[in-house]
């Protein structure tokens, strides 16, 4: 079952902070974080293992509860390059292959 | 330069035709992945391999086929059987339970 983001689109100015949430309703092993810019492939953010740490690459950070199933993105003083489509795919079982991404998140950063 | 080739990049089909998709990579990765991109549907997983001459179904496999010959290359078919094949078709590879890299993608439109 895909996990569900929120919210669907945000518009932010330069210099603005966004979260952007992933939820699931089953267990998480692990949650990945992907950024795509339109016509583009995916890009790789960071992955969170299960365990509840947080893990960050420069301005970008996120969490993972694996309690509540639950991942969140953290942009902090956006950028013009931060706007695209922001994807969470999670990860159910230590040995699973298998990543189910959720509908993604739409990010405009406008100067 | 380590990457995953996607060809071609367009692709136009005339309905009732298989149509196969290229993707080659030379990251040594074990596992790869095909996903399609529908708009507003994030990225739905068709099939993925875990290592050469082994492949599982996705979440939408039906209409679709792969083969894993060789660890570099991993082709999917669209076969005509596949009542809505235009989309934008993405492959990926990783290790295992690793982040995934991903092509540039085929836009494939059947008329």
């Known amino acids: 079952q895909q996990p569900v983001q929120s919210p669907q689109a945000v518009i932010l100015r330069e210099g603005e902070d966004a979260v952007i949430n992933c939820s699931s309703s089953?267990?998480?092993?692990?949650v990945h974080w992907y950024r795509q810019k339109h016509g583009e492939a995916p890009v790789f953010l960071m992955i969170l293992l299960k365990g509840g740490e947080q893990k960050g690459h420069e301005k970008i950070s996120a969490s993972f509860n694996e309690k509540k199933q639950q991942s969140s993105l953290y942009l902090t003083a956006s950028q013009l390059s931060y706007s695209g489509t922001y994807f969470c795919g999670t990860v159910s079982g230590a040995g699973s292959y298998q990543l189910t991404f959720g509908k993604g998140t739409k990010l405009s950063v406008i100067p | 330069d380590g990457g995953i080739t996607q060809s071609p990049k367009y692709l136009f089909r005339k309905e009732g035709q298989n149509v196969t998709l290229s993707c080659e990579q030379n990251l040594n990765h074990d596992a790869m992945y095909w996903y399609r991109q529908d708009p507003g549907q994030g990225l739905r997983l068709i099939y993925y391999?875990?290592?050469?001459?082994?492949?599982q179904k996705g979440d939408i496999a039906e209409g679709y086929s792969v083969s894993r010959e060789k660890k570099e290359s991993f082709p999917l078919t669209v076969t005509s059987a596949q009542k809505n094949p235009t989309a934008f078709y993405l492959c990926?590879?990783?290790?295992?339970?690793?982040?995934?890299?991903f092509g540039p993608g085929t836009r494939l439109t059947v008329t």
């Open positions: 089953k267990a998480l092993y692990s």
């Open positions: 391999s875990q290592i050469v001459n082994d492949f």
């Open positions: 990926a590879s990783s290790i295992p339970a690793g982040e995934q890299y």
